[in-house]
């Protein structure tokens, strides 16, 4: 959509470290056991991970459709977006992947501890500019807000 690369390889190492602390701290979070033993259904997995995926993949790209074509945000601008956008939304996936009850943060302190750092990090890098440009929220939300009133 805009000829260039939108995360910076900087970028995508921050996006696959603050994942990684996330991942590591699951590790002891305890997770409810199922009722009956499980058989792997990989053909149901793989389509769960297809729709899964699939929606990220919609989700992300509607987000930076709208911040180009409805916000006029530059490249810079686009690339704070993707990676807070990327951030969240591999929190949420996680969330979504490891409970049969659909969200739910994690019961253990550690992993708590860890998502709320790791959300933490990525607003710190994002509104203080940190190997991106730096964007307020409040800034966004006032050029969405002035974009979406124009006729």
Same mark, same amino acid.
């Given at each position: *959509? +805009?000829?260039?690369a939108?995360? +910076?390889?900087?970028?995508?190492?921050l996006? *696959?470290?603050?994942?990684? @602390?996330?991942? *590591?701290s699951?590790?002891?979070?305890?997770?409810?056991?199922?009722?009956?033993?499980? $058989?792997?259904?990989?053909?149901?997995? #793989?389509?769960?991970?297809?729709?899964?995926?699939?929606?990220e993949?919609?989700?992300?790209?509607?987000?930076?459709?709208?911040?180009?074509y409805?916000?006029?945000?530059?490249?810079?601008?686009?690339?704070?977006?993707? @990676?807070?956008?990327?951030? @969240?939304?591999?929190q949420a996936?996680?969330? +979504?992947?490891?409970?049969?009850?659909?969200?739910?943060?994690?019961s253990?302190?550690?992993?708590?501890?860890s998502?709320?750092?790791?959300?933490?990090?990525?607003s #710190? @890098?994002?509104?203080?500019?940190? $190997?991106?440009?730096p964007?307020?929220?409040?800034?966004?939300?006032?050029?969405?807000?002035?974009?979406?009133?124009?006729?």
């Open positions: *959509m +805009t000829g260039h939108i995360l +910076t390889p900087l970028l995508m190492v996006i *696959m470290i603050t994942g990684d @602390f996330l991942g *590591m699951l590790t002891t979070d305890n997770v409810s056991p199922s009722p009956t033993p499980n $058989a792997w259904r990989i053909g149901n997995l #793989t389509l769960a991970g297809i729709a899964m995926g699939l929606g993949l919609i989700f992300c790209t509607s987000v930076l459709v709208i911040g180009i409805r916000l006029g945000f530059d490249l810079e601008t686009l690339r704070t977006l993707a @990676f807070v956008v990327i951030v @969240f939304g591999n996936t996680t969330y +979504t992947n490891r409970e049969r009850r659909g969200y739910v943060l994690p253990e302190c550690l992993g708590r501890r998502s709320v750092a790791d959300l933490a990090i990525a #710190t @890098f994002a509104i203080g500019g940190i $190997a991106m440009r964007c307020l929220p409040l800034w966004w939300l006032a050029r969405w807000l002035q974009q979406s009133s124009l006729p």
